[in-house]
Structure formats: structure tokens, C-alpha cells
């Protein structure tokens, strides 16, 4: 009988990277995040993944195989996006600096799990100047370890993945010795506006395409105090934005599909910007940069910039400012930004803009991931293999936990500092905070 691969999610955050394999065949087993707001949203989504809210420095090979109930079954592949620095300190090899410590816990727990296959993830930036020292060393402590890198190591852009975004990561495809190397994925696309590539790619979705036909959140006077409501007012999507829908042939690709509200407008939290704030969105040409707010306004026919993450509340909890909307004088939702990264409408984030931004601005696109993972699903030999059962997602109250609420959820220590709601974000009612935490354990 034929069994989907394993694979093991490493920095998870809200799942972009769990997803895109899951659509692809794999059966994400564990995922390992040390944010417990993360963890919450990852755990709404994917309801029959294990969580393991730790962080990897304190966490053995040993310890993922026990919580995910897998025993002694081979592990596939381990993917994942450590933090780092990639510095070196002179006359210290770069992994040897304890700012690059995590990525020193990611090959330790790949070795660890005798994975058969690795993916890891990271900035553009690594490849550049010295950082790049840091790269080869990586290298080099891998295939000591038993594993070949598909050389050279490449730097993909989603917006030639189906994406409409630009928006460039580094990707490192490993396999260990004796096993075949996936390759790359070829682009498909070549991002609105390229034309002197139009002959040999066509032209992906624009943000017009992945937003058209999402109601107006600001016709909705719930959006002021909630992050979702029911709306019957959709438009006709593109055929990119059927896919997100879930109306589109195959839009569940070999993922198992959800139980949800397709009616549902979520993730959809709106913005009070004052009618100055308005007037300078409105004199903003698209594809430019308001001034002052030093927001890009989204053009219609091209493709979104590329949205970051912001930082958590250890590093000033800054927001990532989210584009200017094409169409309305406003800066678009949280389920704007996941329809720019590809994420379909059932995918649910955290109620607060500032959390639920940060969780999109981290992932890596789930399109692109998912086309990662074909080439390891091939490599393998294997085919993709549809689930039969669909899955109920979690308790919404799980998206609405404040990080102490969280941290309490899953009995863990708060490791991050609470943000300084100063800007005014909504704030659960107490019951509310007090049944998150009462949800059932053992998830």
C-alpha cells in the first residue's frame, strides 16, 4: 500500500512552506516553532499536525519522533527557514558564531532524524559577499554528515512560480549520499510587465487577478471590531483567484482538503486612516511610493512588492507597512496580502493585523513551496497520492490568543515580549482569552 512521505517542519511560523508540501503529497508530522501566537495559527490550520512549541536549541531528533507519534518510521525530509545572521567573526568560521546558532540546531536535527532529504530556506542576502563563507561552510558540514547539495545553490523569485509578487529566497535542496538530487523547479511565469520575456514564459497573475473579486472590506462595519464576517457580494475570480477559492479544477492539488465557509470573508481586519492619510493614497500613482507614509500603491496590471514581516516585540515590534490597495484609498488587508502570497481563502491567520501581517510577511509562498516539493516528491520516485478524508479545521479560537494567553495554551514560557498596543489593536474581551486557554489540551 502505497504511504505519503514524512516530512518535518522546522521554524514553521504559520505554515506557508507545511502547506505548499502537504499540497504536493507530504504528510507534515511535526512542526516546530518557539512563538506560541505561531504556533496557535499552525495548529487552526493544520489540526492533525503536531505541534511542538520549543525552541530547536533544546530540542533532539529523539524528542520530534515522540511527540509526533511516528517511532522508528523513516523520515523523508526536513524542511525549514532558520534565523540568521550569517556573519563571521574574524578568525572564527562563520557557523561558529553564535548569532548563526540556530542554523547549527537545523543540520544537528536533520542528522539527528536521518532524514532522507533536506530543504532549507533563507534570505537573498546569504549569498552575497561574505555571507557567503557561511554558505560554503554549510556545505561543507552537510556533506560531512552525508548529504550532496544540488550545486549551484539558487536564489527563486515567487513571481515566476504563479505568484504575484516579487519577492526572492534562498533555496538549499539536499539528499542524503546515494539518493537522487531533486532539481530545481523550472519558472513558469514571468511577472506582469517583463515583456521582453513574454516569449518564453507567459505572464503571471497580476494583483488585480488575485484581488478582483474580494468584497470591499471596508462595506462591512463588523470588520471595525472582528476580523471576518459572511459576504455574499464575491466577485468573478481569475482563474488564479478560483484557485484560492477552491472552485478551480485541482485547487486542492494532493493537499487534504478543508471543512470551512467558502462564504466567509476572513483574515479581513480593517485600517482607520484619517482623511489626510486618505487624500495622500489617492494622490499616489500606482506602482509609486506615497512619500510620507513611504507605502507602495499596488498597480492593478503588475505585481505587489515584496511584503515583509516586520519584527516581534524583542526587536521594537515594528510594522511592516502593508501596501496601498489599487483600487480603494486604503492599505490592503490581511487577506489581501494572502491572496499576494498565494495562500487560498481557507487558510486563516491571527485576528490582529500586526500579528496576522507578520505571519504572511515570514512564509515562504505556498505555490512555491509547493513546486519545491514536487521535485523532492520526484526525486523520490513517488507520485502524488490524493487524500480520501477531509479535515476539519480548528477552534477559531485559537487565531484570537494574546501572546501570554498563548504562551499559557501550550504551558510554555513567554520567550517573546508582548507588544505595546499603543496603535490602538483590538484586544480579545477576557472570556474570550480565558476559553482559548481552556480549549482541549493534547493537540
Keep these: 500500500?502505497?504511504?505519503?512521505?514524512?516530512?518535518?517542519?522546522?521554524?514553521?511560523?504559520?505554515?506557508?512552506?507545511?502547506?505548499?508540501?502537504?499540497?504536493?503529497?507530504?504528510?507534515?508530522?511535526?512542526?516546530?516553532?518557539?512563538?506560541?501566537?505561531?504556533?496557535?495559527?499552525?495548529?487552526?490550520?493544520?489540526?492533525?499536525?503536531?505541534?511542538?512549541?520549543?525552541?530547536?536549541?533544546?530540542?533532539?531528533?529523539?524528542?520530534?519522533?515522540?511527540?509526533?507519534?511516528?517511532?522508528?518510521?523513516?523520515?523523508?525530509?526536513?524542511?525549514?527557514?532558520?534565523?540568521?545572521?550569517?556573519?563571521?567573526?574574524?578568525?572564527?568560521?562563520?557557523?561558529?558564531?553564535?548569532?548563526?546558532?540556530?542554523?547549527?540546531?537545523?543540520?544537528?536535527?536533520?542528522?539527528?532524524?536521518?532524514?532522507?532529504?533536506?530543504?532549507?530556506?533563507?534570505?537573498?542576502?546569504?549569498?552575497?559577499?561574505?555571507?557567503?563563507?557561511?554558505?560554503?561552510?554549510?556545505?561543507?558540514?552537510?556533506?560531512?554528515?552525508?548529504?550532496?547539495?544540488?550545486?549551484?545553490?539558487?536564489?527563486?523569485?515567487?513571481?515566476?512560480?504563479g505568484v504575484p509578487q516579487n519577492r526572492e529566497r534562498l533555496f538549499i535542496m539536499g539528499a542524503k549520499s546515494g539518493l537522487p538530487l531533486p532539481n530545481y523547479p523550472d519558472a513558469i511565469t514571468m511577472p506582469c510587465g517583463k515583456k521582453f520575456a513574454m516569449t518564453l514564459f507567459p505572464s503571471g497573475p497580476s494583483c488585480r487577478d488575485a484581488l478582483g473579486d474580494i468584497p470591499d472590506a471596508e462595506r462591512f462595519p463588523e470588520l471595525a471590531v472582528d476580523d471576518s464576517v459572511i459576504a455574499d457580494a464575491w466577485g468573478t475570480p481569475s482563474p488564479y483567484a478560483a484557485g484560492l477559492r477552491c472552485i478551480a479544477p485541482d485547487a486542492w492539488h494532493f493537499g487534504h482538503p478543508r471543512i470551512w465557509e467558502p462564504r466567509r470573508l476572513t483574515s479581513s481586519a480593517t485600517t482607520k486612516h484619517t482623511d489626510i492619510s486618505r487624500r495622500r493614497f489617492a494622490n499616489t500613482k500606482s506602482g509609486e511610493v506615497e512619500p510620507i507614509s513611504r507605502f507602495f500603491r499596488l498597480d492593478a496590471d503588475g505585481i505587489c512588492n515584496t511584503l515583509r514581516a516586520g519584527t516581534d516585540s524583542s526587536r521594537g515590534a515594528f510594522t511592516s507597512p502593508r501596501p496601498i490597495h489599487y483600487e480603494y484609498n486604503r492599505c490592503i488587508t490581511v487577506r489581501e496580502m494572502a491572496r499576494l502570497h498565494g495562500f487560498p481563502d481557507w487558510f486563516r491567520f491571527h485576528r490582529t493585523k500586526w500579528h496576522g501581517a507578520r505571519q504572511v510577511g515570514n512564509s515562504v509562498p505556498p505555490p512555491l513551496a509547493r513546486m519545491l516539493a514536487a521535485q523532492y516528491i520526484a526525486a523520490m520516485g513517488n507520485v502524488g497520492q490524493r487524500p480520501d478524508v477531509d479535515i476539519e479545521l480548528g477552534d477559531p479560537l485559537l487565531l484570537g490568543l494574546d501572546m501570554s494567553a498563548a504562551a499559557r495554551f501550550w504551558g510554555v514560557d513567554v520567550t517573546i515580549g508582548k507588544r505595546d498596543r499603543k496603535s490602538g489593536a483590538r484586544k480579545r474581551s477576557q472570556a474570550d482569552t480565558e476559553a482559548g486557554i481552556g480549549l482541549a489540551r493534547g493537540i
Design 1 to 161: 500500500m502505497y504511504c505519503r512521505p514524512i516530512a518535518v517542519d522546522l521554524f514553521s511560523g504559520a505554515g506557508g512552506l507545511s502547506l505548499g508540501f502537504e499540497q504536493a503529497g507530504f504528510d507534515v508530522v511535526a512542526a516546530v516553532e518557539v512563538d506560541p501566537i505561531h504556533c496557535a495559527t499552525h495548529k487552526f490550520n493544520f489540526p492533525e499536525c503536531t505541534v511542538i512549541p520549543r525552541s530547536v536549541e533544546a530540542l533532539t531528533g529523539l524528542d520530534i519522533r515522540k511527540a509526533s507519534g511516528i517511532g522508528c518510521k523513516p523520515v523523508d525530509l526536513v524542511f525549514g527557514g532558520p534565523p540568521c545572521q550569517g556573519f563571521s567573526l574574524i578568525g572564527k568560521r562563520a557557523l561558529d558564531d553564535p548569532r548563526n546558532n540556530l542554523v547549527r540546531h537545523f543540520l544537528r536535527l536533520v542528522t539527528e532524524l536521518s532524514a532522507s532529504y533536506f530543504l532549507f530556506e533563507n534570505v537573498k542576502g546569504l549569498t552575497l559577499g561574505r555571507h557567503r563563507q557561511f554558505l560554503q561552510e554549510l556545505v561543507s558540514e552537510f556533506s560531512r554528515a552525508g548529504y550532496r547539495i544540488r550545486l549551484p545553490w539558487r536564489v527563486l523569485n515567487a513571481a515566476q512560480y
